[in-house]
């Protein structure tokens, strides 16, 4: 689901052929001059210019312009490395801006694909549902085997997202679930399966507007999520917080590790949650639907 925080990214022109990345993410600042062949220098530097400079080159090279200077301001509201999308986020809309300073029409599908090979660099096989809701905004369903689907929601669906601060990598973590399948298959499968056909009812529960099966469903996933060791002590801590505080449900979102859960209120609770999960030692945001997508515009 696309929610209501936002990255965006101001891209202009420079002479010569450096790319200079000027860049708000989250609580840090970062100030980059590279060339196209300059490496960062520093590990922090490196994890949030990778994406950026992976996006901005396949860009370039993409719509005719490589070796092209470019000054690049990227903000964002979106905590970074917490399960809500970040580097998605910011690799769309600097995809979107760049293309629209040369005035070069790229289709959701460019953006996509150009977006899917800056996460392959983070996540490694990545499933692309973080860049088609950032490109598509409102609610997408992914399978294997049918690839994405809009869901139309029949009633509002406002969350409560707690972050924990904890930050994690979602390589690492996905990696760890990979050996866990192959390793404890008997134990492993069952439980795949059954998160997939709660993700399935889920979507109905969306489209039917009947929040509380979503709620309880929610419930299950985090609780199977718990027993293949993706869960952390603080989350759940979160979790539970949420629901003492009446959320219809609650669970981790993203890779888990840390990072951030999700909540359900009520449209009367929300204030309550929020104030349950800042007392429990998360930072809480009350959030709704985006249905927008990337949009991406010149200024004089």
Same mark, same amino acid.
């Given at each position: 689901?696309?929610?209501?925080?936002?990255?965006?990214?101001?891209?202009?022109?420079?002479?010569?052929?450096?790319?200079?990345?000027?860049?708000?993410?989250?609580?840090?600042? %970062?100030?980059?001059? &590279?060339?196209?062949?300059?490496?960062?220098?520093?590990?922090?530097?490196?994890?949030? #210019? =990778? /994406? !950026?400079?992976?996006?901005?080159?396949?860009?370039?090279?993409?719509?005719?312009?490589?070796?092209?200077?470019?000054?690049?301001?990227?903000?964002?509201?979106?905590?970074?490395?917490?399960?809500?999308?970040?580097?998605?986020?910011?690799?769309?809309?600097?995809?979107?801006?760049?293309?629209?300073?040369?005035?070069?029409?790229?289709?959701?599908?460019?953006?996509?694909?150009?977006?899917?090979?800056?996460?392959?660099?983070?996540?490694?096989?990545?499933?692309?549902?973080?860049?088609?809701?950032?490109?598509?905004?409102?609610?997408?369903?992914?399978?294997?085997?049918?690839?994405?689907?809009?869901?139309?929601?029949?009633?509002?669906?406002?969350?409560?997202?707690?972050?924990?601060?904890?930050?994690? %990598?979602?390589?690492? &973590?996905?990696?760890?679930?990979?050996?866990?399948?192959?390793?404890?298959?008997?134990? #492993? =499968? /069952? !439980?795949?399966?059954s998160c997939g056909e709660i993700s399935l009812?889920?979507?109905?529960?969306?489209?039917?507007?009947?929040?509380?099966?979503?709620?309880?469903?929610?419930?299950?996933?985090?609780?199977?999520?718990?027993?293949?060791?993706?869960?952390?002590?603080?989350?759940?801590?979160?979790?539970?917080?949420?629901?003492?505080?009446?959320?219809?449900?609650?669970?981790?979102?993203?890779?888990?590790?840390?990072?951030?859960?999700?909540?359900?209120?009520?449209?009367?609770?929300?204030?309550?949650?929020?104030n349950a999960i800042n007392i429990a030692g998360g930072k809480a945001y009350?959030?709704?639907?985006?249905?927008?997508?990337?949009?991406?515009?010149?200024?004089?």
């Amino acid at each position: 689901m696309a929610i209501n925080l936002y990255s965006t990214a101001i891209v202009s022109r420079r002479k010569g052929t450096e790319i200079r990345v000027r860049s708000l993410l989250s609580d840090s600042t %970062s100030n980059l001059k &590279l060339s196209p062949h300059q490496e960062p220098t520093t590990r922090e530097t490196a994890t949030s #210019f =990778k /994406p !950026i400079k992976a996006a901005v080159q396949a860009t370039l090279e993409y719509i005719g312009h490589a070796g092209a200077g470019l000054e690049i301001d990227i903000a964002s509201q979106i905590p970074v490395g917490v399960g809500l999308g970040s580097s998605a986020a910011v690799a769309v809309s600097t995809i979107s801006a760049t293309a629209k300073l040369f005035d070069v029409k790229v289709s959701k599908e460019d953006v996509f694909r150009l977006a899917f090979a800056t996460e392959n660099l983070i996540h490694g096989k990545p499933s692309g549902i973080d860049q088609m809701t950032s490109i598509e905004g409102d609610i997408v369903l992914y399978r294997v085997e049918e690839g994405f689907r809009k869901i139309k929601a029949k009633k509002d669906i406002p969350l409560v997202i707690g972050n924990t601060g904890i930050t994690r %990598s979602t390589g690492d &973590l996905v990696r760890k679930v990979r050996e866990l399948a192959e390793k404890r298959k008997s134990f #492993f =499968k /069952p !439980i795949a399966e059954s998160c997939g056909e709660i993700s399935l009812k889920a979507a109905k529960a969306i489209q039917n507007g009947n929040l509380n099966d979503l709620g309880m469903l929610m419930n299950m996933n985090h609780n199977l999520l718990v027993k293949i060791s993706v869960s952390h002590e603080k989350l759940s801590h979160l979790v539970e917080a949420a629901r003492e505080a009446g959320a219809l449900g609650a669970k981790l979102t993203g890779a888990g590790g840390g990072g951030c859960m999700i909540a359900l209120p009520t449209s009367e609770n929300a204030e309550d949650i929020v104030n349950a999960i800042n007392i429990a030692g998360g930072k809480a945001y009350s959030v709704t639907l985006d249905k927008k997508g990337v949009v991406a515009w010149l200024e004089n």
